[in-house]
């Protein structure tokens, strides 16, 4: 068996069961049983060792190239052989506050399904030990493995959006705080937030399509009583994009108010420097009369000149000092 293969079996009446070693021999006994499946499930293959299995499953080339390079968008897409449908589950880092995209393919044919992971996020092993738990559901074939992966994927995109929601509000709460100056570092903060909110909307939001796609009849290899459970994954896909919707647009108004209120912290700066250069001005212009050494200067031979000026200028900037802080310049 290739090292890739994380997990091979047969599923019969709902129930895992013993087979051969070789996923060529399990998949013929499978296919000869006639009420049985074989899922069997890879992690980041090469090409030299996705070729065998391929090339066993009948797998068409396009599909084996998107699994292959990975890097593709949720979709779902029909082959004479095959269905193939790529989902992307997500990881939010909270520390980092980091929005990690995975891949996970899936190919659907007579009695198998193949299941390709890409990167992280994606939960399979926890889908086969529900599934497996559930005999009721497995008796639906190989589309009950894409309805329990799918729906295993979504439920984690709405817990992902809560977090999200978490974390927002408290930047919400930082971004409002009274005397809050760390004015670059929480732009930056804000503009990151918005890029991972940005990776999450391009993992779920084109996943409504193919959930679209599979709650309608006449798509070959799903099983004709599954519309139900897909249209349940459809509600919570729903759900997960409105959420992500929403913290997009209020992530942008909090950047905006951040701006704002930037501006009017410059602003306030910009009056504060001008009154004091104001105030400072009015000596300095008298200072500067006074000190041009002309021989007929206003009162320059009276005793109490000097004095006179200072009171003068003290007066001056005193007032101007009262004018500005009336205002709310100071």
């Known amino acids: 068996m290739l090292a890739v293969i994380v997990d091979c079996a047969i599923y019969r009446d709902g129930r ?6 070789d996923f060529s021999d399990a998949l013929g006994e499978a296919r000869a049983s006639g009420d049985a499946f074989l899922w069997i499930g890879l992690h980041e293959p090469t ?3 996705f070729a065998h299995v391929s090339e066993e499953f009948g797998l068409h080339p396009l599909a084996v190239e998107d699994a292959l390079k990975a890097h593709q968008r949720p979709k779902l897409e029909v082959y004479d052989d095959s269905l193939f449908v790529v989902l992307k589950p997500v ?3 909270p520390r980092s506050d980091t929005v990690s995209a995975g891949e996970l393919m899936v190919f659907i044919g007579d009695s ?3 299941t390709v992971r890409h990167g992280v996020g994606a939960p399979l092993h926890d889908v086969r030990q529900r599934l497996e738990a559930e005999p009721a559901v497995l008796r639906h074939g190989p589309t009950s493995v894409l309805y329990a992966i799918s729906d295993a994927v979504v439920d984690h995109y709405i817990e992902i959006a809560a977090e999200l929601q978490v974390d927002l509000e408290e930047m919400e709460t930082e971004v409002f705080a009274p005397g809050a100056r760390d004015t670059r570092n929480m732009a930056a903060r804000i503009y990151t937030f918005k890029r991972q909110v940005l990776e999450f909307r391009r993992a779920a939001g084109p996943l409504a399509a193919p959930m679209a796609r599979l709650t309608g009849t006449g798509v070959p290899f799903v099983h004709e009583h599954s519309q139900p459970f897909f249209r349940d994954v459809s509600d919570h896909l729903t759900r997960a994009n409105e959420q992500v919707e929403g913290l997009d647009r209020l992530v942008s108004d909090i950047l905006s108010a951040h701006l704002a209120q930037t501006g009017v912290r410059q602003n306030d700066d910009m009056r504060k420097i001008s009154a004091w ?3 400072a001005a009015v000596p300095t212009m008298v200072a500067g009369v006074y000190g041009m050494n002309f021989e007929h200067m206003p009162e320059l031979r009276w005793p109490w000149a000097y004095p006179a000026v200072v009171l003068l200028m003290a007066g001056a900037v005193v007032g101007l000092y009262r004018l ?5 310049w100071l």
């Open 16 to 21: 895992r069961t013993e087979g051969p070693s």
């Open 47 to 49: 090409e030299d060792e």
């Open 91 to 93: 990881v939010y880092e």
């Open 112 to 114: 198998f399904v193949v």
């Open 277 to 279: 250069a104001a105030m």
């Open 324 to 328: 500005f802080k009336h205002r709310g």
